[in-house]
């Protein structure tokens, strides 16, 4: 068994999926500081705002590794996800 280029995709996606799950959580961690009048609705903004392209641009980069390895399956897994990203 080599290492080949779909494996390296998959690694990739883990990889990258952790820094989107730290991502998610530090959105909750805003939202609850928020939620308890630690910050107010402007900083919270100034602080989440830079954080949505670079999401978009991590979760298009391992689409784009899974449609070039030909893993079908995990980018159709995918679609509806890339859709609503496109659509807001």
């Known amino acids: ?21 730290f ?21 919270q903004c100034n602080s989440l705002n830079p954080l949505v392209l670079p999401e978009y641009l991590l979760h298009l980069l391992f689409n784009l590794l899974f449609l070039f390895s030909g893993e079908w399956f995990s980018l159709c897994v995918n679609i509806p996800l890339i859709a609503y990203h496109i659509n807001r």
């Open 23 to 43: 991502f998610a959580i530090f959105h909750v961690i805003a939202f609850d500081e928020l939620k308890t009048d630690y910050k107010n609705p402007i900083d």
């Open 1 to 21: 068994m080599s290492f080949n280029f779909p494996a390296f995709s998959y690694i990739i996606a883990l990889i990258v999926d952790a820094f989107l799950i």
